[in-house]
């Protein structure tokens, strides 16, 4: 069975950093595309990044720059660098393992909130 | 970036009745589409991708169609499991960037 659980979530203040962790099981991460998808509260769901079963990593405009998309394939494990955090990047956050044709398996999703 | 545009915003339907929402991407994306459904406090489930196929367990009420730029999910009869907000999402091959729609919710009439 697959499964994901999203942790790492927390308050943070303005500009500073955290590190989302998605433990997978039942799969690994590294055969697939996983992406990271977040939500706002009281709003809709936005993609945020995505790495390449080969490695490549691609990300939404508004965290270019900030955020990294990782994994660990001996933990088997994805995980989410959020840098110079903003308000604005308060959200539910969401891991997912996306075979290709949409994500198909979600975590739990895991609440960061930005604010001083 | 391609931009996913769903309509109605809200659709206010009667338990029974057929439910048929739309999607339209700013270019196209071949029958790269996907449905989602999202329940309060609970992670999206995977409805429809390849603009037609269900996922595993989906009923067959639920059944999508188009292709291009025009995407249209019909639930054939609401159930009411089924009041929620569902999303469109578009998985361009490569590179592997993906856009959702805005939502629409399906609430009780």
């Known amino acids: 069975e697959v499964q994901l659980l999203e942790s790492g979530g927390g308050l943070v203040q303005p500009g500073g950093s955290l590190r989302l962790s998605c433990a997978a099981s039942g799969f690994t991460v590294s055969s697939t595309y996983m992406s990271w998808v977040r939500q706002a509260p009281g709003k809709g769901l936005e993609w945020v990044s995505i790495i390449h079963s080969g490695g490549s990593t691609y990300y939404a405009d508004s965290v270019k720059g900030r955020f990294t998309i990782s994994r660990d394939i001996s933990k088997n494990t994805l995980y989410l660098q959020m840098n110079s955090l903003r308000a604005e990047d308060t959200a539910v956050y969401y891991c997912?393992?996306?075979?290709?044709?949409?994500?198909?398996?979600w975590g739990q999703g895991t609440l960061v909130t930005v604010s001083s | 970036e391609i931009v996913m545009t769903q309509s109605p915003v809200t659709l206010s339907v009667s338990p029974g009745e057929r439910a048929t929402l739309s999607c339209r991407a700013s270019?196209?994306?071949?029958?790269?589409l996907a449905w989602f459904q999202q329940k309060r406090g609970q992670a999206p489930r995977l409805l429809i991708y390849g603009a037609s196929t269900r996922a595993t367990g989906i009923p067959d009420r639920f059944s999508g169609s188009g292709s291009g730029t025009e995407f249209t999910l019909t639930i054939s009869s609401l159930q009411s499991e089924d009041f929620a907000v569902y999303y469109c999402q578009q998985y361009n091959n490569w590179p592997p960037r993906r856009t959702f729609g805005q939502g629409t919710k399906v609430e009780v009439k």
């Open positions: 270019q196209s994306v071949s029958t790269n």
């Open positions: 997912a393992r996306d075979t290709g044709v949409g994500a198909s398996e």
